[in-house]
């Protein structure tokens, strides 16, 4: 982080040295026929995702991605669009309105803009005011105030028209000018955009459906694409789940861990599901990989309800395993409780694209995959719960327990804040008082069992006063070191079942 600010670092041991969370969010990037490449859309429904980035005729995989992450009861995904550099939009003049799609593609050559004469019901002014509508104010405004539709007498009013496939999508607000089309364009349109105008008083003129044409689609997604896009999710969005569904290029991967390494947050990757040899390769290519240790590596894909009744479809395993963390987290509070086993139960899943036996299964998970089961009443639980860090890192070894540190993390950045450019005092309270901050929130996480120990002190220790010197406060700096045990989750349960004689006390 630049100075002046902040900086978390995440460490191991050395010698010597909040605010609420949606842990559950998911930032997802992929592949669509229509919307927004240049900014995140949060979007809460799955008509909502496909009001805004069609349907899954331009990228089947993104959607079925929404589709599972929505039913999974995820609630908050905020998804770009990616797209390769030589995308256009499609344009056209409406009448000497200049107009363009409102993203690149071939899926504005099928949509039409007209202009036309606003065709409603005006109230004469001599009619009593309550019955006087906001339409009919804006209509006098700048005019000669008798409500009858000329306003300042230069301009009728109208409305900007869209068809898509023949139906009408969008239908503007009542407007004159070119002016008031740019403000409308950039405030509420989904489909259109509008650049600013030389004269924004020029009077609309009711024009015929003018189709839009020119759009082309790139479908050369590159890894610099991809680290494009995920730069436009930048650290002040906060803490979320990152995948790019069906993915499994580990080059790619490494794009994505290198911005979850950065940004704090946790990585959901999916891996090829072609046989168990080539898992392994793949999660054997990411263990030491910076930002690992904050990733969870997933396969294989998931059977699920197909959006036509009686269909199914393959979905990325990391898009369903989104859903079910945002669930899990909404309902527990805790990160550290591991969306897995019966925390982890899919509520559509279907079946399993490759199933394995339980040999392979332990040696997948020893590797850092994650791997689900069918249960045998025939509900899919995910079954895993480590990092892809490999063995090398055994400190990092269970992604619950990095989800709970980033999350940690990004609720030490928001305490810190209160302290940048505070008086360092010599009798050192402002040390005190930060120590006091970051144990507040250690404390809520004891509190919910995330961090492991009897009592809070065999839990986190934070240390103000050995790191803050007299070369460090004469720097402008104050320091702090927050020590935690994060409790493991128990992946492996023993029972052992002693058949005793009668004659012998149980």
């Not at 990411?286 to 979905?315: D, E, K, N």
């Not at 104050?478 to 029972?495: C, D, L, N, Y």
Request: with cysteine; proline share 7%.
């Amino acid at each position: 982080m630049p100075r002046p600010g902040t900086d978390i670092l995440i460490s191991e041991p050395s010698p010597g040295g909040g605010g609420e969370l949606d842990t559950g969010a998911c930032f997802m990037i992929g592949v669509t026929g229509r919307g927004p490449v240049d900014a995140p859309a949060l979007v809460t429904s799955l008509n909502a995702f496909s009001g805004r980035f069609g349907d899954s005729s331009g990228g089947p995989t993104a959607s079925a991605a929404a589709q599972a992450f929505f039913q999974e009861r995820g609630a908050n995904l905020s998804f770009l669009r990616l797209s390769g550099p030589n995308a256009a939009a499609a344009e056209v003049e409406v009448g000497s309105l200049p107009v363009a799609a409102s993203s690149p593609g071939t899926w504005a050559n099928d949509v039409t803009v007209s202009i036309q004469a606003d065709t409603s019901p005006l109230i004469p002014a001599s009619a009593p005011a309550v019955k006087r509508t906001k339409v009919q104010a804006l209509d006098d405004e700048n005019g000669n105030g008798n409500g009858n539709g000329n306003g300042n007498g230069t301009a009728v009013p109208v409305r900007i028209v869209i068809t898509e496939g023949g139906l009408v999508v969008e239908r503007s607000s009542r407007m004159r000018t070119q002016g008031d089309a740019v403000n409308w364009a950039r405030s509420t349109s989904e489909y259109l955009s509008i650049p600013d105008v030389d004269d924004p008083t020029v009077p609309l003129a009711v024009t015929a459906d003018t189709a839009l044409a020119g759009g082309t689609d790139d479908a050369n997604v590159t890894t610099d694409v991809v680290a494009a896009a995920l730069a436009r999710f930048p650290y002040s969005m906060g803490f979320a789940q990152v995948c790019y569904p069906g993915m499994t290029d580990t080059a790619y991967h490494g794009v994505i861990l290198d911005h979850c390494e950065t940004n704090r947050r946790p990585a959901l990757l999916d891996l090829s599901d072609v046989d168990a040899p080539t898992i392994a390769a793949d999660a054997d290519a990411l263990h030491g990989y910076s930002g690992s240790r904050f990733a969870c590596a997933l396969a294989p894909r998931i059977i699920y309800p197909g959006p036509a009744p009686g269909t199914t479809m393959l979905v990325p395993y990391s898009a369903v395993q989104a859903g079910i963390i945002a669930r899990a987290d909404a309902t527990t509070g805790n990160p550290n409780e591991a969306a897995a086993g019966s925390n982890g139960e899919s509520l559509a899943a279907l079946g399993l694209a490759v199933d394995f036996d339980n040999d392979t299964r332990e040696m997948l998970n020893d590797l850092g995959v994650t791997l689900p089961k069918m249960m045998r009443s025939g509900v899919m639980r995910t079954y895993g719960t480590r990092t892809v860090a490999g063995p090398d890192e055994p400190n990092w070894l269970w992604f619950p327990g990095s989800r709970t540190i980033l999350a940690m993390a990004h609720e030490f950045d928001n305490a810190a804040e209160e302290f940048v450019h505070r008086q360092i005092d010599g009798q050192r309270r402002l040390f005190t008082r930060l120590e006091v901050a970051l144990g507040g929130i250690c404390l809520d996480y004891f509190n919910m069992n995330a961090l492991y120990g009897d009592q809070p002190e065999d839990a986190f220790s934070v240390d103000t006063t050995s790191v803050n010197t007299t070369a460090t406060i004469a720097n402008g700096e104050v320091h702090a070191i927050v020590r935690v045990r994060v409790s493991p989750p128990g992946e492996w349960v023993v029972i052992e079942i002693q058949k005793t004689p009668l004659a012998q006390a149980v």
